[in-house]
């Protein structure tokens, strides 16, 4: 599965991995669902929710805290066409006006005991959760595993880290073996998979059903291939030019016809550019990230090759 990364996975990043890498499952960013409007997501949400992704299944995300609204906003979205409805429970930096969203609603279980079966009861496709391993405590996910399974969420992907990590030290992929062991549900394994020989790892050591690969993928598309083919071999400088080449004009060409101006491209290809970490491209990356102009960056990407 390709993650939902916020503003990085929008339609064009996600169309372009679908034409090229083919990833099994695609995600929407995450859908802010409003708790005081009636439309309960934006209309630019409920496009996204209903974009083609060719036979690749799409996945809209939804981040909220309040039963009703979430509920609504999923019968919302599966009206607009969205087949598979995912909740938000991992993002560390998910808070609205009224309230903590993403991980921080791992703070109030309560609240969960709700909104899990209310969510589900909603939904008439597949209905997953997206999760840290807790809070502050990586044994939270433990308590959580009987709500998940007797409200009928159809599979979960796990990030175990804390919310309270955020992205410091390691995901610990111990947990994920351990909740595998202790679900009846499918479990996906996120967090820290970046090369072929690290996901191979995790999906033998911990049992997984599969992978979420966010960070690594944006970094290296053919991740997903090499995954695949299970091929361990280290890329060569060679290879790695002529992938961030094709990778980056083809981010390019989709990023002008989607977004509007140059500065907006411009920020947006950046944004891409700040997870690719190839060591042996670390000048022409860094001379990519500095340039003032799309014209100047159109060139260094043609340079690679």
């Known amino acids: 599965m390709l993650a939902p990364m916020q503003g990085l996975?929008?339609?064009?990043?996600?169309?372009?991995?679908?034409?090229?890498?083919?990833?099994?499952?695609?995600?929407t960013e995450f859908m802010r669902v409003s708790n005081v409007s009636r439309k309960r997501l934006r209309r630019s949400d409920l496009e996204e929710a209903s974009s083609t992704t060719a036979d690749i299944p799409l996945v809209a995300q939804l981040v909220g805290n309040n039963s009703q609204a979430l509920m609504s906003a999923a019968r919302n979205a599966e009206a607009a066409g969205a087949r598979h409805i995912n909740l938000n429970m991992g993002c560390p930096?998910?808070?609205?006006?009224?309230?903590?969203?993403?991980?921080?609603?791992?703070?109030?279980?309560?609240?969960?005991?709700?909104?899990?079966?209310?969510?589900?009861?909603?939904?008439?496709?597949t209905f997953s959760i997206k999760?840290?391993?807790?809070?502050?405590?990586?044994?939270?996910?433990?308590?959580?595993?009987p709500l998940f399974a007797e409200s009928g969420v159809d599979f979960l992907i796990l990030h175990p880290r804390t919310v309270t990590q955020q992205y410091a030290g390691d995901a610990d992929h111990h947990i994920t073996r351990?909740?595998?062991?202790?679900?009846?549900?499918?479990?996906?394994?996120?967090?820290?998979?970046?090369?072929?020989?690290?996901?191979?790892?995790?999906?033998?050591?911990?049992?997984?059903?599969?992978?979420?690969?966010?960070?690594?993928a944006i970094a290296d598309p053919l991740l997903f291939e090499r995954l695949?083919?299970?091929?361990?071999?280290?890329?060569?400088?060679?290879?790695?030019?002529?992938?961030?080449?094709?990778?980056?004009?083809?981010?390019?060409?989709?990023y002008s016809t989607l977004f509007c101006g140059e500065k907006q491209i411009l920020d947006k290809l950046?944004?891409?550019?700040?997870?690719?970490?190839?060591?042996?491209?670390?000048?022409?990356?860094?001379?990519m990230k500095?340039?003032?102009?799309?014209?100047?960056?159109a060139a260094q990407i043609e340079a690679l090759g």
């Open 228 to 254: 695949r083919r299970r091929n361990l071999t280290t890329p060569t400088e060679n290879e790695d030019a002529a992938m961030l080449q094709r990778y980056l004009g083809e981010v390019l060409s989709r």
């Open 9 to 27: 996975t929008n339609r064009a990043l996600r169309a372009l991995f679908i034409d090229w890498v083919r990833p099994d499952v695609v995600f």
């Open 131 to 145: 999760l840290r391993a807790g809070y502050d405590d990586p044994e939270q996910i433990f308590s959580l595993l």
């Open 93 to 125: 930096y998910g808070r609205m006006s009224t309230g903590a969203t993403g991980g921080a609603m791992l703070q109030y279980p309560g609240l969960l005991n709700e909104i899990i079966p209310a969510l589900r009861s909603a939904i008439s496709g």
């Open 290 to 297: 500095r340039a003032g102009s799309l014209a100047v960056l």
């Open 178 to 216: 351990r909740v595998v062991a202790e679900t009846p549900l499918p479990v996906i394994a996120n967090g820290d998979i970046r090369t072929a020989a690290e996901g191979l790892q995790v999906l033998d050591e911990t049992g997984a059903s599969g992978l979420m690969l966010g960070r690594g």
């Open 270 to 287: 950046k944004n891409v550019l700040a997870y690719i970490d190839a060591p042996a491209l670390v000048k022409p990356i860094g001379k």
